[in-house]
């Protein structure tokens, strides 16, 4: 076996607050290596996301900082992120992953409880760093192509990551501690294709805490319920829309029934739900239009949706048809909240943060919503606060003509452009990167 390297923290779980320490020595399960002989298909995987990249890092203990051998330290202390999770039921994830993955202990033992990866946020840590020199030049040397050796960089990451999160994920019984990465933007319109890189994906990496991230693309539905039918566990990107949502929960649910498994308590999801960028878009559409009431609806839409979708959450795991699968231990595809970055800076920096808390959701930030939140967040259940005004807020922006399913879909469609730019970036880096290393050319 070609084995990748370990950890520089040979026992990650030693570093971790007790709450989080493994219920045994065998939680640490997850297999790092590849068949020698077992060549990458590039074609098959990719990763991505929108999440906002902070170019102006906050100063502090909890934010990662790169490229640094030994980590970057930080005293273990009670944080606001512990009690999101402990009071609230909210897991707090964090938007961001780069090496040495171990710069993410403090941040765990500070409250985090999982991880989401993008092409961007590689890219951001790879042309930054010296620390993927190594293993890039041997895989370059040894003949492979510059796709294949961007996935070998990927995978190393995340698995290295999904050990750090196991112990969380074995002390919630496969609740929580994931890890996600996603298959590639270029097969955002290929059903088949979605299919086949999501079970290449999954066997690769080979932890249990890995997420495959699937965009919510109509074409990508069908490979949604296909991938969480043969037991594989899935986060769903690029959530814009209420409609697309239950699209997404029912494709979850159909690939559950489809299963054949008696037992479906490893088998779990996410549903990433897009934010921000809703406000953005909507806001320019507000301002368009001018009127004093139109100009008062800025900054609400975003938050107005997703207290929407988290009823439509509700409401669809329950009743008798998901009561037949919980017999079977099957757990809730819990509503994730994304792009929770700020974009406008006059409105507060926890904005998609604080008014989205609640049970059986997970909130993923980037740097700094998370310090923020970390700084001067409020802990209480805010998103079913008041549903009728999110209700008025919505029906506001629909009857000034604002098309809540055209706003779905140009996002969607902005959404899946910006991935693929950001992978073929990213690659376009990478071969930068080989250039300078005076490795190969294409």
């Known amino acids: ?98 090496r040495p993955v171990t710069d993410l202990l403090p941040l765990i033992a500070n409250g985090v409880r999982g991880v989401t990866s993008n092409p961007a946020i590689f890219q951001k840590a790879i ?25 070998e960089l990927v995978v190393k990451d995340i698995q290295d990551a999904c050990k750090l999160f196991e112990p969380i994920y074995d002390q919630t019984d496969g609740g929580d501690g994931y890890v996600s990465v996603e298959v590639s933007p270029r097969l955002a319109d290929d059903t ?112 107005a949706q997703a207290a929407l979708a988290y009823r439509l959450y509700q409401k669809k795991f329950s009743g008798p048809r998901w009561e037949a699968l919980v017999k079977k231990a099957a757990k809730k595809q819990r509503l994730l909240w994304a792009s929770t970055s700020v974009k406008n800076p006059a409105y507060p920096d926890t904005l998609y943060v604080a008014p989205l808390i609640g049970p059986d959701t997970v909130s993923t930030m980037p740097d700094q919503a998370l310090q923020a939140f970390i700084d001067h967040g409020t802990v209480s259940r805010t998103i079913d606060a008041n549903v009728s005004e999110a209700e008025g807020i919505y029906s506001a922006i629909e009857k000034l003509g604002i098309d809540w399913g055209y706003v779905g879909s140009r996002l969607e469609d902005e959404g899946v452009e910006s991935f693929k730019k950001s992978f073929d970036s990213l690659l376009d880096t990478l071969q930068e ?9 294409l």
């Open 1 to 98: 076996m070609a084995t990748i390297s370990k950890l520089s923290n040979p026992n990650p779980a030693a570093s971790l607050s007790s709450s989080f320490k493994p219920r045994s020595s065998s939680s640490l399960k997850c297999f790092v290596g590849f068949p020698a002989t077992a060549a990458f298909n590039s074609k098959l995987l990719s990763s991505s996301s929108l999440s906002l990249i902070n170019n102006h890092p906050l100063k502090g203990s909890l934010v990662v900082r790169c490229s640094r051998v030994d980590g970057n330290g930080g005293s273990v202390k009670r944080t606001t992120l512990h009690d999101l999770y402990e009071k609230e039921g909210q897991s707090p994830w964090y938007d961001n992953l780069c």
């Open 127 to 151: 042309s930054s760093s010296n620390a993927y020199n190594d293993q890039f030049r041997e895989l370059v040397q040894s003949g492979k192509d510059i796709e294949s050796a961007y996935w």
């Open 192 to 303: 088949e294709g979605t299919i086949e890189a999501a079970k290449y994906l999954h066997k690769v990496v080979d932890c249990p805490n890995v997420y495959i991230k699937i965009p919510a693309t109509a074409p990508c539905i069908p490979s949604i319920k296909e991938v969480i039918a043969n037991g594989i566990s899935v986060n769903v990107t690029l959530i814009f829309s209420l409609a697309r949502y239950e699209a997404v929960i029912d494709a979850y649910l159909d690939g559950l029934e489809a299963s054949g498994l008696s037992d479906l308590s490893r088998v779990t999801s996410v549903a990433s739900f897009f934010v921000s960028r809703v406000d953005t878009l909507i806001d320019k559409m507000l301002e368009e239009i001018g009127t004093p009431e139109a100009l008062d609806l800025r900054g609400k839409a975003a938050v």
């Open 433 to 441: 990167k080989a250039n300078s290393l005076k490795l190969v050319s």
